[in-house]
């Protein structure tokens, strides 16, 4: 088992509990290890789609950029 701490906790409904509001630093969890890793995983998956977003976006932005090069050139 290991300790996570954490500033607030989301419940099943939604809401989320800080612990601030209950004059507390942090809330202590214990997970097992494999909980632990599941949750890395789930992490890194989660990084490595936003990733890939983010490049096909800038990829997209690159061709709209050359595509007013072009047209703003033929105007002129």
């Known amino acids: 088992m ?3 701490f ?3 906790i ?3 409904n939604g809401k989320r509990i800080f612990a ?3 004059g507390l630093e942090a809330f202590c969890i214990e997970v097992s290890e494999e909980k632990h ?7 890194r998956k989660k990084k490595e789609k ?8 800038v990829k997209k932005n690159m061709n709209l950029k050359i595509n ?3 047209k703003s050139k033929k105007n002129s």
């Open 20 to 22: 601030s509001q209950y």
């Open 37 to 43: 890793q599941e949750y890395l995983e789930k992490q």
């Open 6 to 8: 954490t500033k607030f």
């Open 68 to 70: 007013r090069n072009k």
């Open 50 to 57: 936003t990733d890939a977003e983010k490049k096909k976006n």
């Open 2 to 4: 290991m300790t996570i």
């Open 10 to 12: 989301t419940l099943r």
